[in-house]
């Protein structure tokens, strides 16, 4: 079955940079576009960055220039680099696979989610 495991996050200061890093397992990851979603509390969780079988990449705005997202289809590896992080950055940040090549056919499987905290 579909695994998705993530690693990385914890407490950085304002500024700062932290690298994630999402293990996939049980399907073929080279076919399918993936993402990097966040929540934080009390809040709705957000769509900040996907990437298609392609290379393709999309930012949310509000991470747009700071963070960025890579594939390794050979490791089966998804990360996010995130630099000049803010403290509204703090939420949980889960690592997602698409439902096919393209983002647009949206999510269907999550991973447990690891925390990111950014104090000012």
């Known amino acids: 079955q579909v695994q998705l495991v993530e690693s990385g996050g914890g407490s950085v200061q304002s500024g700062g940079s932290l690298r994630l890093s999402c293990a996939a397992s049980?399907?073929?990851?080279?076919?399918?576009?993936m993402g990097w979603f966040r929540q934080a509390s009390g809040k709705d969780r957000e769509s900040i960055a996907t990437?298609?079988?392609?290379?393709?990449?999309g930012y949310a705005d509000s991470v747009k220039g700071r963070f960025t997202i890579s594939r390794d289809n050979a490791k089966n590896m998804l990360y996010l680099q995130m630099n000049s992080l803010k403290p509204e950055d703090t939420a949980m940040y889960y690592c997602?696979?698409?439902?096919?090549?393209?983002?647009?056919?949206?999510?269907?499987?999550w991973g447990q989610g690891t925390q990111v905290t950014v104090s000012s």
């Open positions: 997602a696979r698409g439902r096919g090549a393209y983002c647009v056919q949206g999510f269907g499987d």
């Open positions: 049980g399907y073929t990851y080279s076919n399918y576009c």
């Open positions: 990437i298609n079988r392609y290379g393709g990449t």
